[in-house]
């Protein structure tokens, strides 16, 4: 095989990719594209091994999360973006091994933080549902 061959054949291969939209191995997923393994999602596009979430892309093992983009063991999330190994995040970006997060971005191994900031568990729910009031979420 030339260099030139090669070329091709991964170009043509990846066009086929791309028109590729059936799901593989899912249960109960509505409205998805290019998912594998995973149950009752919905909307979500390359979602791999994940159950219970929406609207979310390109994820792999999360569940019960929505509006989720490149996002890795994330559980209970909401509207992040490469995050990884987190949970009960909200519009969070980059964090990693979080939990309790709404706001927060590049974090790894924090709870209770609301836009980078440390919070006592009372007052960070307090703090979120008067955020979430006001930015109606």
């Given at each position: 095989?030339?260099?030139?061959?090669?070329?091709?054949?991964?170009?043509?291969?990846?066009?086929?990719?791309?028109?590729?939209?059936?799901?593989?191995?899912?249960?109960?997923?509505?409205?998805?594209?290019?998912?594998?393994?995973?149950?009752?999602?919905?909307?979500?596009?390359?979602?791999?091994?994940?159950?219970?979430?929406?609207?979310?892309?390109?994820?792999?093992?999360?569940?019960?999360?929505?509006?989720?983009?490149?996002?890795?063991?994330?559980?209970?999330?909401?509207?992040c973006e490469r995050c990884t190994s987190s949970a009960y995040l909200v519009r969070s970006v980059d964090c990693s091994g979080c939990t309790y997060c709404f706001?927060?971005?590049?974090?790894?191994?924090?709870?209770?933080?609301?836009?980078?900031?440390?919070?006592?568990?009372?007052?960070?729910?307090?703090?979120?549902?008067?955020?979430?009031?006001?930015?109606?979420?």
């Amino acid at each position: 095989m030339t260099p030139g061959q090669f070329e091709e054949r991964l170009r043509e291969l990846v066009t086929r990719h791309a028109q590729t939209t059936a799901n593989t191995g899912c249960l109960a997923c509505e409205r998805c594209e290019r998912c594998t393994d995973s149950t009752f999602l919905k909307d979500c596009r390359n979602v791999a091994r994940s159950h219970y979430c929406t609207s979310s892309t390109d994820c792999a093992d999360c569940t019960h999360s929505s509006e989720l983009r490149g996002c890795v063991a994330c559980s209970h999330c909401e509207r992040c973006e490469r995050c990884t190994s987190s949970a009960y995040l909200v519009r969070s970006v980059d964090c990693s091994g979080c939990t309790y997060c709404f706001g927060c971005v590049g974090l790894s191994k924090k709870d209770f933080h609301i836009l980078n900031e440390p919070y006592e568990r009372q007052e960070y729910f307090a703090k979120v549902a008067e955020l979430r009031r006001a930015l109606r979420i």
